[in-house]
C-alpha cells in the first residue's frame, strides 16, 4: 500500500515536473521571440530625427522649421509620431521652430535605471537640453500624460516658459483600476520576465481596442498604427515606459496639484467633451477652475486624441501664445471660420467645437 503511494506521488511530482519544464521553455522561447521582434522593428523604423545626451540619457528628438520654438510632449503609449500623423509638427514648422521628443522610454529615446522616471524627473531632464538645443522662452504642448511633464517644466522658473498648452490631461489623484494593474509591470525582476512573455503578448492582444478608445467617438486615422509601428509599440522598453509612468500618474497628479498656485505661465487646456480615457470635466474644467487667467476649451464628439480632431484650434492656441505681448493677439480663425470667409459671427453658426471659456 505505501509502495503504492509512494510511485503515485512520484508519478505526479514527474508530470509537475515535466509541466514546469514546458512552460519555461515556452517563456523563454516567447523571450527570444519577443526580443528578436523588438530589434526588428527598430531596425525597420529607424530614427527620424537626431540625438542628444544629457545628464547621461541619450534622447531621439525631432528639430524642423525656425522661429519662437515650440515643444511637443506625447502622452503614453506612442511616441514622437503621433505628432507626425496629426500633422501639427508640418503645419507649426511653416512658421515656429517645433522640437518634438520620444519622452524617455519611448520611440528611440533611452530610460536608465539610475532615478524613478516621475514627470517631474523628465521635466528635469527636459529643462537641461534647453541650453545644448538653444531653446528660449518656448511654448509647451502637452498632451495626456505629456500634459503633466509639461506643468512640471513651466513650474522650473529656470525653464522661463512662453506658454502652456495642455491637452486632455490627468491633473488630479482619482482611482485608477489601469494603474494598479500595470504596477507589476513597472518592478524590476519581475516587470523584466513579464515584458518579455505575458505582458508582450498581451499588448499585442490589446493594442487596436487601445488605440480605438484613445479615438473614440472618431476613427482611427487610416495611417495611424502603421506610421507608429504596431511593434515600435509593444517593445518591452516601451511597455515598461508606459508601465512606470502609469504608476507615478496618480501620485505626481498629487504633487503638481499643490503647486498650482506658483503657476504663473499662461495657460490653454484643451480637452475632447467625449474623452473616455480622462474625465474632461474632473480634471481638464476643474484645472481651469484652479489656474487664475486660464483658458479652456472643450470640443463635443472628440475622445481623448483631441489634437488630433481640433488640429486647427491647437495650432490657432499656438499662435495667439507666439502674438501675445506683440500687439497681434487675435488667434489664427479656425477652419469653420475661415470656411465662412472669416467672419466671425458666421463661424459661431458653423463652428462644430465650444467657445473658448477663460
Not at 523563454?28 to 521582434?37: D, E, K, P
Not at 517631474?120 to 511633464?149: D, E, M, N, W, Y
Not at 515606459?241 to 503647486?259: C, H, N, Q, W, Y
Request: glycine share 8%.
Amino acid at each position: 500500500m505505501k509502495s503504492n503511494r509512494r510511485a503515485l506521488r512520484s508519478r505526479a511530482s514527474g508530470k509537475g515536473t515535466a509541466i514546469a519544464t514546458v512552460a519555461a521553455a515556452a517563456l523563454a522561447a516567447t523571450a527570444v521571440w519577443v526580443a528578436q521582434r523588438a530589434r526588428r522593428a527598430e531596425h525597420e523604423h529607424p530614427p527620424r530625427g537626431a540625438f542628444l545626451k544629457v545628464d547621461g540619457v541619450r534622447l531621439h528628438y525631432l528639430d524642423r522649421g525656425q522661429g519662437i520654438p515650440v515643444i511637443l510632449l506625447h502622452g503614453n503609449a506612442v511616441r514622437l509620431e503621433d505628432f507626425v500623423v496629426s500633422g501639427i509638427i508640418d503645419r507649426l514648422a511653416e512658421r515656429y521652430r517645433v522640437i518634438a521628443f520620444d519622452r524617455p522610454g519611448y520611440g528611440h529615446s533611452e530610460r536608465p535605471r539610475d532615478r524613478l522616471w516621475t514627470p517631474q524627473a523628465q521635466a528635469a531632464l527636459l529643462l537641461k537640453t534647453f541650453g545644448q538645443l538653444r531653446i528660449s522662452q518656448p511654448i509647451v504642448v502637452g498632451h495626456s500624460l505629456g500634459a503633466q511633464v509639461a506643468l512640471a517644466l513651466a513650474l522650473e522658473e529656470r525653464a522661463a516658459v512662453r506658454q502652456l498648452i495642455l491637452v486632455s490631461g490627468y491633473y488630479f489623484p482619482t482611482l485608477r483600476l489601469d494603474a494598479a494593474l500595470v504596477a507589476p509591470v513597472a518592478l524590476p525582476v519581475l516587470g523584466d520576465a513579464m515584458r518579455y512573455t505575458v505582458s508582450a503578448i498581451e499588448a499585442r492582444m490589446l493594442l487596436n481596442s487601445m488605440i480605438k478608445a484613445m479615438f473614440h467617438p472618431q476613427p482611427v486615422p487610416a495611417e495611424y498604427v502603421d506610421t507608429l509601428s504596431r511593434e515600435m509599440l509593444v517593445r518591452p522598453s516601451q511597455i515598461r515606459a508606459d508601465s512606470e509612468d502609469g504608476v507615478f500618474m496618480i501620485p505626481a497628479a498629487a504633487s503638481l496639484r499643490k503647486r498650482n498656485g506658483e503657476l504663473r505661465v499662461p495657460t490653454t487646456i484643451l480637452a475632447g467633451a467625449d474623452d473616455k480615457v480622462i474625465d474632461p470635466d474632473a480634471h481638464s474644467r476643474k484645472l481651469h477652475g484652479e489656474l487664475t487667467g486660464s483658458s479652456l476649451r472643450i470640443f463635443p464628439g472628440v475622445g481623448h486624441m483631441a489634437h488630433h480632431a481640433a488640429v486647427d484650434e491647437l495650432i490657432a492656441a499656438v499662435d495667439q501664445a507666439a502674438n501675445a505681448g506683440t500687439g497681434d493677439t487675435a488667434p489664427q480663425l479656425p477652419a469653420a471660420a475661415r470656411a465662412a470667409g472669416g467672419n466671425a459671427e458666421e463661424a459661431k453658426r458653423t463652428a462644430s467645437y465650444a467657445p473658448l471659456q477663460t
